[in-house]
């Protein structure tokens, strides 16, 4: 499909989450997903502000960049909260330069080298981040830059208009709602990671599949695995969806025990 359709068909589905049960993280994971699959980049994450105004990871289009997106959130110091705090997209950021020590270790550990930061903003509001990952420094063309942060707006744009929102107060609450459910999520899916023998990646995958096949939200099937639902395991592990792999790959950010 040509780049221009692809683009075409990516609005059409973030324009679909406009529903009444629309699904915060679900479409969080698809807006990564999609920016890998149309940009020049390895790997892309979200972040969201909390109700104290702090960072944290909301999605991402790999564990490798979750675990980075959680470590600039526990150091608070990085291109993304620099992108953060200004609105403004810091783009080319090399993750070995001495301006962010502390995230050299850690970006190394997960493959990383370069680092492009879009703000999720609607007017002076900042919401949160859009992240995009390099393997190696690479300059994010002006083409993928206006790209990207053309989602990275039209996906700020969705969030408010589907809340209806209209004062920071509500904003903040939603939001946090929406990490709460994150939390929840990541639970979850260590529990069946361990469980099922399988990597964090592929837990994921089998959580959200489940969730859409049956129509439900990701956020309420999450929270029945970490309340021990011990037929909704079964299920999981007898439908076929996540098979037993021979390496498990699960990891702990960078920087924790």
């Known amino acids: 499909m040509m780049r221009e359709q692809q683009l075409a068909a990516v609005f059409v589905e973030l324009a679909d989450t406009l529903v009444d049960d629309f699904d915060v993280i679900d479409f969080l994971h698809t807006l990564a997903h999609r920016c890998v699959e149309l940009l020049d980049v390895h790997a892309a994450g979200i972040m969201l502000g909390d109700h104290h105004g702090r960072l944290r990871s909301a999605a991402a289009s790999s564990e490798h960049a979750r675990l980075l997106d959680l470590f600039e959130c526990q150091t608070e110091a990085g291109p993304s909260a620099d992108c953060f705090r200004s609105g403004e997209p810091v783009i080319n950021a090399d993750l070995e330069s001495a301006r962010w020590p502390r995230l050299d270790e850690a970006a190394r ?12 903003r609607l007017r002076g509001e900042v919401i949160g981040v859009l ?14 830059m206006h790209v990207g942060q053309a989602l990275a707006d039209v ?15 509500i904003l903040a609450s939603q939001l946090q709602n929406a990490l709460t459910s994150r939390t929840t999520i990541e639970q979850a899916k260590g529990m069946l990671s361990a469980r ?25 099937l999450a929270r029945r695995i970490t309340e021990g639902d011990e037929a909704l395991f079964s299920e ?16 702990q950010p960078p920087g924790t025990d």
Do not use: C, K, Y
């Open 109 to 120: 550990e997960v493959g990383f080298a370069s680092l492009h930061a879009l703000p999720l």
């Open 196 to 220: 099922l023998d399988i990597p964090m990646d592929e837990a994921f995958t089998t959580l959200r599949d489940h969730a859409r096949a049956h129509r439900e939200q990701l956020s309420a």
């Open 131 to 144: 992240n995009l990952f390099h393997r190696e420094r690479r300059t994010l063309s002006d083409t993928d």
């Open 155 to 169: 996906s700020t744009i969705s969030i408010l208009s589907q809340r209806s929102l209209r004062e920071s107060e």
């Open 236 to 251: 999981l592990a007898g439908s076929g969806a996540a098979q037993p792999s021979a390496t498990n790959t699960r990891a």
